[in-house]
């Protein structure tokens, strides 16, 4: 509408009309994105908590995987593999475990999941409490 031309009253609730009707939808579409956020950020806690705990049973298996003492000839070799005096294959055979027995690799897969576990919380406690806030 040009300036200076008052509105009718007509018009007047023609236009709050259709910004009730927008406003009611944005609301949705916002709690929508907040319910998907959220999930989100369940699914991303769950996957990390599967990869920490991954990541610890790869480093137990490692560590029992290690033979406790020489290899005799007279052992059975394992199924697919070469003589049984052979290294592994891709093993290398004379690699050193990792000092601390593989702790320090599990620390560093540890910490930045433990750093994104808590801004993952802290992100579905910031939009709970935005769910909260009366529209």
Known sequence: MPRGVVPTVAELEARIDEAVVIARAS???VR?????ALDAA????????MAESASVAAGEA???ARPAGPVSDTSPAPTGAGPASSPPAGGGGGEQPPPGGGQ???EVVIDP?????QKADAIAARLKKLERVPV
């Not at 929508?32 to 998907?36: A, R, W």
């Not at 369940?42 to 908590?49: F, G, M, P, S």
């Not at 999941?113 to 576990?117: E, G, I, P, V």
């Open 27 to 29: 609301e949705e579409g």
């Open 32 to 36: 929508e994105v907040g319910e998907m």
């Open 42 to 49: 369940r699914q991303a806690r769950r996957a990390a908590e």
């Open 62 to 64: 490692a560590r029992r």
């Open 104 to 106: 320090v690799t599990r």
């Open 113 to 117: 999941l433990q750093r994104f576990n």
